[in-house]
């Protein structure tokens, strides 16, 4: 289990180990020493791997300091430092996976429009099932017909029942029926898909807040769960994207996808950072079976080994 699981860790981040580990041991290998050019280099690499630049300058003063400290001459120590020292940036949640989450909860699945709702959805639902949790999902996206199909597509692939209604109908609503199925056939996580056409935070402001007056009088605090998804492939505006949602809803969690179609893995280091919401599961590919509970030290141990 363990071992597959950190299989399809270095599988889905091959993109990212090309670009920041590969490269990063290409420049050790070429440096004799470690000098103020090599600290240059570094920090190109960095930035190239979207670490951000303030996370990279962090980064490169934190190795200056340990270079000159402990008087490190061989290149080779310096990876082993920015390993520990990433590992020790992404440390900052314990509970990564949903373990901490009540028996009886209800999860609402927002971002923008593209950056894989829907999909996580389908994969999470069969993650759920597959620890013997009873799923409800519900058709919260109920601007495009196709969005409900999809939807339907992968609950029928994982068993899982839906709740949807037709296009054009309101989101509170089917959230609002999702929420009795659930208690009618005692199903114990409930996952909502959201639209993602919401461009302005006033928008997006009045229709999640319809959505938590339903969810409000149904569910404790606790129980209820928001999870942004964002795409890893469109970097730094991923970042922006979540600052937005971070400033008009509360955020539990982060699900990051698409860390297989992009070099730019280096992304999580200003998620975390930044936002201080820690990463719950990464998306590392289009099968139901590609999405993983976030782990920071296989993440790492994936691209630097
Ligand atoms: N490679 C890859 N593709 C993904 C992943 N997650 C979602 N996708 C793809 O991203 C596209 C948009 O996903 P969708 O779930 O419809 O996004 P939504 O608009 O946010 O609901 C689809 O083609 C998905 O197959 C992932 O982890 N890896
Ligand atoms: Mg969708």
Redesign the pocket.
């Known amino acids: 289990m363990a071992l597959n699981v950190f299989k399809k860790f270095t599988e889905g981040l091959q993109k990212t180990k090309e670009e920041l580990s590969n490269k990063l041991d290409a420049v050790f290998s070429s440096f004799g020493k470690v000098d103020a050019s090599l600290f240059d280099e570094l920090e190109d690499i960095l930035i190239s791997s979207d670490i951000g630049v303030e996370s990279t300058i962090e980064i490169i003063d934190y190795l200056k300091k340990v270079a000159k400290a402990e008087k490190i001459k061989d290149p080779a120590d310096i990876k082993l430092k920015l390993k520990e020292h990433i590992k020790s940036i992404l440390n900052i949640d314990e509970a990564t996976n949903d373990e901490e989450l009540p028996y009886s909860s209800i999860i609402l699945i927002v971002?923008?429009?593209?950056?894989?709702?829907?999909?996580?959805i389908g994969k999470l639902a069969h993650l759920y099932k597959s620890m013997g949790e009873k799923v409800i999902v519900a058709a919260g996206?109920t601007f495009r017909a196709a969005?409900v199909e999809?939807l339907q597509i992968w609950c029928q692939k994982s068993g899982v029942d839906i709740i949807a209604n037709k296009e054009g109908s309101d989101p509170a609503a089917v959230i609002f029926d999702a929420v009795q199925a659930a208690k009618a056939r005692n199903a114990n996580k409930l996952i909502c898909?959201t639209a993602?056409r919401l461009h302005n935070k006033k928008n997006l402001m009045n229709e999640l807040n319809k959505i938590f007056r339903v969810v409000e009088k149904e569910y404790e605090k606790n129980q209820i769960k928001v999870y942004l998804?964002i795409?890893a492939t469109t970097g730094q505006n991923g970042i922006i994207q979540a600052k937005a949602f971070n400033e008009a809803v509360h955020i539990d969690g982060i699900i990051l996808?698409?860390?297989?179609?992009t070099a730019k893995g280096g992304i999580v280091i200003p998620i975390q950072k930044e936002l201080k919401v820690p990463i719950k599961y990464?998306?590392?590919?289009?099968k139901i079976d590609?999405?993983q509970s976030f782990d920071y030290e296989k993440f790492v141990d994936a691209i630097f080994d």
């Open positions: 971002g923008v429009n593209g950056v894989g709702k829907t999909t996580t996206d969005a999809q898909d993602g998804v795409d996808t698409k860390l297989d179609g990464v998306g590392l590919g289009e590609d999405l």
